[in-house]
């Protein structure tokens, strides 16, 4: 790995950071204005929104310009949404802008490693950028839950409160998005510096019709590819899993360890942990054509999760965290590798990772809305649990059944 590579991780991870960070001062902001609980995860709707309705435009505009490129109009496009919380506008709408940034900048950030690296390097790349990226989950979540509690931002205020010069800061969830539109801008000076690769699989055209039919017509050519089939559903249903599970954390936390806001940010750091690990053990263990023999692992995370339910020691809270996590990472990341070499096969990165991020959105949309339903109707933490485990473990066990003992998947 040369120089290069590593300013995209660089570039990446401050930008992940800033992500991370932001939820927790978005919820916080949430909680300020006294919204209802519902509102928490209809916020991180908001957030996904863009990804769900701008996939088919997103790729081809990652296609179109450097990533590079890409990646440093998206970053200011997430500073613009920070601006817009700080100035007032509605929490859900300033960052449900920050999603559009977001939106734009994925398929870049990983289009850019089917460029820039051989087939041979992608199952390490993406263990390295998993890696990073869960470390600045991990970061972020810690940062966040730093900024917002009263000891640290109280006497951060009164500093940033400088004489003379009127701002919008006034409380910490305010004070948490100054900063973090700060690392986004950091992140943006790094993007400038990533390598200018060729335009790979540029857009015919830009035509709204030719844009929707260029898009659905790549859907259905990964749904049909045989690899491609089970590599976008296991990857479609963990990171709606997912994105659900850091609410959960949240609440459980709340429940069964008594913790407060900011201590259950910090928390939610854990399960981060433990994805680093398991992509590491993945990357160490499991090689491009094997990916499919990683899918029980699924499984067993969502039996793992159900184990939250009795857990009420912060020890063994966490030992649960990391396990969850270890085995989200471990197989998720050979699934995102095999989903990458496919799609950058069948017709370019980031059109590729763009169909990914659409059903991969359109589940954390589904699974966020279901969460918001039962939090409306007063469903207790614990039924909500069992509900997203049983959820996992059954449809991963539905996917291994179909896949698993399949011998003829098709040809990396």
Same mark, same amino acid.
């Given at each position: %790995?040369?120089?290069?590579?590593? !300013?995209?991780?660089?570039?990446? $991870?401050?930008?992940?950071?800033?992500?991370?960070?932001?939820?927790?001062?978005?919820?916080?902001?949430?909680?300020?204005?006294?919204?209802?609980?519902?509102?928490?995860?209809?916020?991180?709707?908001?957030?996904?929104?863009?990804?769900?309705?701008?996939?088919?435009?997103?790729?081809?505009?990652?296609?179109?310009?450097?990533?590079?490129?890409?990646?440093?109009?998206? /970053?200011?496009?997430?500073? =613009?949404?920070?601006?817009?919380?700080?100035?007032?506008? /509605?929490?859900?709408?300033?960052?449900?802008?920050?999603?559009?940034?977001?939106?734009?900048?994925?398929?870049?950030?990983? #289009?850019?490693?089917?460029?820039?690296?051989?087939?041979?390097?992608?199952?390490?790349?993406?263990?390295?950028?998993?890696?990073?990226?869960?470390?600045?989950?991990?970061?972020?979540?810690?940062?966040? *839950?730093?900024?917002?509690?009263? *000891?640290? @931002?109280?006497?951060? &205020?009164?500093?940033?409160?400088?004489?003379?010069?009127?701002?919008?800061?006034?409380?910490?969830?305010?004070?948490?998005?100054?900063?973090?539109?700060?690392?986004?801008?950091?992140?943006?000076? $790094?993007?400038?510096?990533?390598?200018?690769?060729?335009?790979?699989?540029?857009?015919?055209?830009?035509?709204?019709?030719? &844009?929707?039919?260029?898009?659905?017509?790549?859907?259905?050519?990964?749904?049909?590819?045989?690899?491609?089939?089970?590599?976008?559903?296991?990857?479609? =249903? $963990?990171?709606?899993?997912?994105?659900?599970?850091?609410?959960?954390?949240?609440?459980?936390?709340?429940?069964?360890?008594?913790?407060?806001?900011?201590?259950?940010?910090?928390?939610?750091?854990?399960?981060? !942990?433990?994805?680093?690990? #398991?992509?590491?053990?993945?990357?160490?263990?499991?090689?491009?054509?094997?990916?499919?023999?990683? &899918?029980?692992?699924?499984? @067993?995370?969502?039996?793992?999760?159900?184990?939250?339910?009795?857990?009420?020691?912060?020890?063994?809270?966490?030992?649960?965290?990391?396990?969850?996590? %270890?085995?989200?990472?471990?197989?998720?990341?050979?699934?995102?590798?095999?989903?990458?070499?496919? #799609? +950058?096969?069948? %017709?370019?990165?980031?059109?590729?990772?763009?169909?990914? /991020?659409?059903?991969?959105?359109?589940?954390?949309?589904? %699974?966020?809305? =279901?969460?918001?339903?039962?939090?409306?109707?007063?469903?207790?933490?614990?039924?909500?649990?069992?509900?997203?485990?049983?959820?996992?473990?059954?449809?991963?066990?539905?996917?291994?059944?179909?896949? #698993? +003992?399949?011998?003829?998947?098709?040809? !990396?």
């Amino acid at each position: %790995m040369n120089l290069g590579f590593y !300013i995209i991780l660089a570039a990446q $991870f401050l930008s992940a950071l800033a992500d991370n960070a932001l939820l927790f001062a978005a919820i916080a902001l949430l909680k300020a204005l006294s919204a209802p609980s519902w509102h928490t995860p209809v916020l991180q709707e908001f957030f996904i929104f863009s990804y769900v309705v701008l996939a088919p435009f997103v790729g081809a505009f990652a296609d179109s310009l450097p990533k590079g490129k890409v990646m440093f109009i998206s /970053n200011n496009i997430k500073i =613009l949404g920070c601006l817009a919380m700080l100035f007032g506008v /509605n929490p859900l709408l300033a960052y449900g802008l920050v999603g559009l940034g977001a939106a734009a900048y994925s398929p870049a950030k990983y #289009g850019i490693l089917t460029e820039y690296l051989p087939p041979e390097k992608l199952v390490l790349a993406n263990s390295w950028m998993e890696g990073l990226t869960v470390a600045a989950i991990v970061l972020g979540a810690i940062t966040g *839950g730093v900024l917002i509690s009263p *000891g640290i @931002a109280e006497p951060l &205020l009164r500093w940033w409160d400088v004489p003379f010069v009127t701002t919008p800061i006034d409380t910490a969830p305010e004070l948490a998005i100054a900063v973090i539109a700060i690392v986004y801008m950091l992140a943006a000076i $790094f993007n400038l510096y990533i390598p200018k690769l060729g335009i790979d699989h540029k857009p015919l055209k830009h035509s709204l019709s030719f &844009l929707l039919g260029d898009f659905y017509h790549n859907f259905k050519l990964l749904w049909k590819d045989p690899l491609g089939q089970v590599s976008l559903a296991v990857t479609t =249903l $963990f990171w709606g899993a997912g994105a659900t599970l850091r609410l959960l954390v949240l609440g459980w936390a709340a429940v069964a360890l008594h913790y407060d806001m900011a201590s259950a940010a910090k928390l939610t750091a854990w399960v981060a !942990i433990g994805i680093a690990v #398991g992509s590491i053990l993945a990357a160490r263990f499991v090689h491009l054509e094997h990916s499919v023999n990683v &899918l029980p692992m699924g499984i @067993a995370m969502g039996l793992m999760v159900l184990l939250m339910i009795p857990v009420t020691n912060p020890t063994l809270a966490i030992i649960l965290l990391i396990i969850i996590g %270890m085995m989200g990472g471990y197989f998720v990341v050979p699934m995102n590798a095999l989903l990458q070499h496919r #799609g +950058h096969l069948l %017709m370019g990165a980031g059109s590729s990772i763009a169909v990914q /991020n659409f059903n991969e959105n359109l589940s954390i949309f589904a %699974m966020l809305g =279901l969460y918001a339903v039962m939090e409306k109707l007063d469903f207790g933490i614990y039924l909500i649990i069992a509900v997203f485990g049983t959820l996992l473990a059954g449809s991963m066990g539905i996917l291994y059944k179909k896949h #698993g +003992h399949d011998q003829d998947n098709g040809k !990396i």
